[in-house]
Structures are given as structure tokens and as C-alpha cells.
């Protein structure tokens, strides 16, 4: 397994560009399996999490090619409906093969994802959602089974618990574009990567309306034809280079994001004392040094709220914030597992129910951490960044999960970071 060492202190300074985005690109690849015909995607950012999608559709039948770097093409001509845990096991978004499945098969049997480390997540509102499209759904030996010979639009609400859900609606909007009548869905996500995915559908032929709204009315069409689409860019990503920018005081260029996506994290921003400019569309101007931060309180929401994807990342600045912020997560309430390493680097945090209690300090201290998710990886390597003396990150395979070179890419900014196998790492500073 690779580990980082990072050496902190380091402004980081340069213009970075920002990929396509992972939580986009995934439910479009599995909307590819909704025609025979071939379809182009470009801006798809080049990360495992991506090259497990398109295992799994190749699994199911589907030819694939990589046109290049970032562009992939996709022949759903023949498909199956069977997607087995050998292979679901290795990433949760694959739960959104079930609506393309049904809608184009009327059936599927689908492994259930199992645990993730970031908290429980169920997908009841998934398959409820599908029951009142009229599927039968049977949970049988670790799998959904769903048969979809009866399959009808209808109006149904999807909201939870914790509010809306992303890759439910993404099931269900797939699910209802090959689906006789009409469908409306209550409380549908709206975030940028929902949108896309329905931008991409309706470049299919889908019959979409309300796109962007918690109000989608979805009338089904007999079929949908083959295109060429542009994967939106990150809003994570640029949301955590912007974050490196600010915590290393350093002064960043960052291309190709979207500042529209990232409103409630701006506004945080704000509140905390930094201005970020963007001067032309797709470029953003972090100035990070000669700031005077303050604390500020957080709660995660759905989109336009503040994103929980951006939450550790954000505890990692907050930590080298001095005073006192909070921040609740709403969304997934246990998602505090980078908080536990970031005390071992000298930060002063609490956790009381679903919230961090941040004692802001002026300074970290490097050390040996362990990542445990995707954005837990990047907010330790934030912390790394920004702390005295060495850190070492150990499984950073997460990382690569979502964020495309990010060694590369930082060390590019004047970053000074090193991947290797741990059986390199000095015994003195193993985990
Ligand atoms: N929920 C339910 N029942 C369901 C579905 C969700 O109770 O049937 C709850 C979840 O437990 C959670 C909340 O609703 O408390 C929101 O979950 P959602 O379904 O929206 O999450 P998701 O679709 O599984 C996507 C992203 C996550 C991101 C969340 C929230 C993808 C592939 N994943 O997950 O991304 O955190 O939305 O914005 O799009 C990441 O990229 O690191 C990541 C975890």
C-alpha cells in the first residue's frame, strides 16, 4: 500500500486545473447502459473509482474504450442484468446501475453495497421509490432482485430522513425515462451532479423537466440514442485546492471550476475573512497569505447547503483557525474519522453528537495519520501541508478514489510531497 510523506510549511503558489467531477461521471456512465447506441463522454476524471464504473460495465456486457486521458467511449449494446458483489464491493455508486437496469431490461439483481466507513447508508428510499414505480423488489441473500415487467410512472416523494438523496434520485430519474407515462419526484436532489446527469439524459432523448428543481417531472419515451457529453468539473476538488490555497497562505489560479456550485462554501469563506475573487468565468483567485482567519460555524446540508464532501477538509482549516468553530454534519452524523488523526497533529477538537467542536491553534505538528476515506486522505494531507515537520499519510489509495494525481498536482504548486510503498517507511514513524 502507498503512504505520503509530506513536508509542511510550505506556501503553496501557481494555477492548478481542476478534472472533471467523480460524483457526475459515475451515474452518467451507468445512463449509458439506457441505449444500444454509442455514446462519447469527455472530462471524465482519470481515478480508480472511475476504471471500477467501467469494470462493472463490462461485467455487464458493455464494450468500452478510453478515447483518451479523460474520454470514454461507451456500446451498451448487449446487456445483462446481474452485477455481483465481487465486483459492486468495490465502490457504493455502483447502486446506480439499478435504474438504468430495470429501465432498459425490466429487471435486476444487484449486490447490496455493505458498510461504508463514513456511516451507515442505506438505500431505502431507492428502492422505495421503485416499488411505487410499480417494481417488485426482493432482497434475497445479499442482493436486490427487482423485476420491472409492470413498471409505471407516478408521482412519489423521495425525501429521508437526512433529506434528499443523490444517487435515489439518480435511480429513480433513470429508472423513469424509459418508463410508460409520467413520473414526478417530490424532494429530487438538485445538486450540479444530478443536473449534469440529467443534461446528459435529456442529450439521450429523456423528457425532463424541472431540471435544478426538488420538483422533477419525467416522461417516459420508448427509447433513448447514443451522444457525446461533457462531464461538469469538479466542485470538491476546486473546493479543496481552494482550501490548500488558504491554509498554506499560499496564492492559487484555479481553472475550470465552477464558483456557481460552491456558494454556501464561499460564503463560509467569506465569513471566515477570506475573499476569494474570480476574476473571468472558470478562473478563481485564492490569496491565502496576510489573513487574519475566524472561527466560523458549519452545518452540512443538501445542495445549495453547505457539502458534506468538503466537511473534513474544511476541519483541517478550522483547526489551524484560533478560536472556536463548529461544525454539525447533517448528512452523515459519524463522519468525524479524520478527527481522531487530526488530533494526533495538535488539534483541539471534540466531538459532541453529530458535531466537531474546534479549538482553532496556531500551529500543527506533523506525524504519522491514517486515511480512512476519500476526504478524510485529502484533509490530512491539508493538515500535512500546512504543520510543522514531516507527516506521513498511510492508505492513501483512498485518495485516488477522487482526487485525480493529487500528489502530483500539489507538488506542481510547490508542494513537497513523496509516494511510497510503506515497506519504505522508516520504522520510527510507522502508525
Ligand atoms: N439516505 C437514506 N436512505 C437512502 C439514501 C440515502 O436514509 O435510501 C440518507 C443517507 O444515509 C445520508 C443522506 O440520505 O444520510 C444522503 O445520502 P445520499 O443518498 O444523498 O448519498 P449518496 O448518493 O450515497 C452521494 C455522493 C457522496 C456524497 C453524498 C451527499 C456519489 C457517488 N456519492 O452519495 O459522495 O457525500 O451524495 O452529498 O455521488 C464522496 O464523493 O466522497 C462521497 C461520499
Not at 142 to 164: C, E, V
Not at 238 to 252: D, E, F, H, P, V
Not at 316 to 326: A, F
Amino acid at each position: 500500500m502507498d503512504v505520503v510523506k509530506i513536508k509542511g510549511g510550505i506556501p503553496l503558489s501557481g494555477t492548478v486545473q481542476i478534472e472533471g467531477s467523480k460524483n457526475a461521471s459515475l451515474p452518467i456512465f451507468a445512463a449509458t447502459l439506457l441505449t444500444d447506441e454509442p455514446c462519447i463522454i469527455n472530462n471524465v476524471p482519470d481515478l480508480s473509482d472511475v476504471r471500477y464504473m467501467t469494470e462493472i460495465l463490462e461485467h455487464l456486457g458493455a464494450e468500452i474504450e478510453q478515447l483518451g486521458k479523460n474520454s470514454w467511449k461507451i456500446v451498451a449494446k448487449n446487456i445483462t442484468s446481474h452485477a455481483p458483489y465481487e465486483i459492486v464491493r468495490k465502490m457504493r455508486a455502483s447502486i446506480c446501475l439499478l435504474g438504468p437496469l430495470i429501465a432498459r431490461l425490466r429487471k435486476a439483481k444487484i449486490s447490496l453495497p455493505g458498510g461504508c466507513v463514513i456511516g451507515h447508508r442505506p438505500i431505502d428510499l431507492h428502492l422505495k421509490g421503485l416499488s411505487k414505480l410499480n417494481c417488485d423488489i426482493e432482497i434475497s441473500k445479499g442482493y436486490i432482485i427487482a423485476d420491472g415487467k409492470n413498471i409505471r410512472g407516478r408521482d412519489l416523494f423521495l425525501g429521508g430522513r437526512h433529506g434528499s438523496t443523490v444517487t435515489g434520485t439518480a435511480n429513480l430519474v433513470m429508472a423513469a425515462t424509459l418508463t410508460p407515462g409520467v413520473t414526478q419526484i417530490e424532494s429530487a436532489s438538485c445538486e450540479p451532479e444530478i443536473i449534469d446527469l440529467c443534461n446528459f439524459l435529456k442529450a439521450m432523448g429523456a423528457d425532463i423537466e424541472g431540471i435544478g428543481a426538488h420538483h422533477l417531472k419525467i416522461t417516459g419515451v420508448d427509447k433513448l440514442h447514443g451522444c457525446q457529453y461533457d462531464v461538469i468539473s469538479d466542485r470538491i476538488e476546486a473546493g479543496s485546492m481552494i482550501i490548500a490555497g488558504i491554509i498554506t497562505r499560499g496564492n492559487l489560479c484555479i481553472k475550470g471550476a465552477n464558483l456557481h456550485h460552491l456558494r454556501a462554501f464561499v460564503d463560509k469563506l467569506e465569513e471566515a475573512g477570506i475573499n476569494i475573487t474570480c476574476p473571468e468565468n472558470g478562473q478563481i483567485i485564492v490569496d491565502g497569505t496576510n489573513i487574519n482567519r475566524n472561527p466560523v460555524d458549519i452545518i452540512t446540508l443538501p445542495y445549495p447547503g453547505f457539502p458534506t464532501d468538503l466537511q473534513a477538509q474544511m476541519c483541517s482549516l478550522l483547526s489551524l483557525t484560533p478560536g472556536l468553530s463548529i461544525i454539525t454534519e447533517r448528512i452523515y452524523p459519524n463522519r468525524f474519522m479524520h478527527v481522531p488523526e487530526l488530533v494526533r497533529m495538535g488539534a483541539d477538537i471534540s466531538i459532541e453528537g453529530n458535531s466537531a467542536i474546534i479549538n482553532g491553534k496556531e500551529k500543527l505538528s506533523g506525524s504519522p495519520v491514517m486515511a480512512s476515506d476519500l476526504r478524510a486522505s485529502f484533509a490530512l494531507i491539508l493538515a500535512g501541508l500546512a504543520s510543522e515537520g514531516e507527516t506521513w499519510v498511510q492508505r492513501i489509495y483512498h485518495i485516488d478514489r477522487g482526487y485525480e494525481k493529487i500528489d502530483q498536482k500539489l507538488n506542481s504548486l510547490g508542494a513537497n510531497i513523496v509516494r511510497m510503498s510503506d515497506k519504505e517507511m522508516p520504522p520510527e514513524v510507522l502508525y
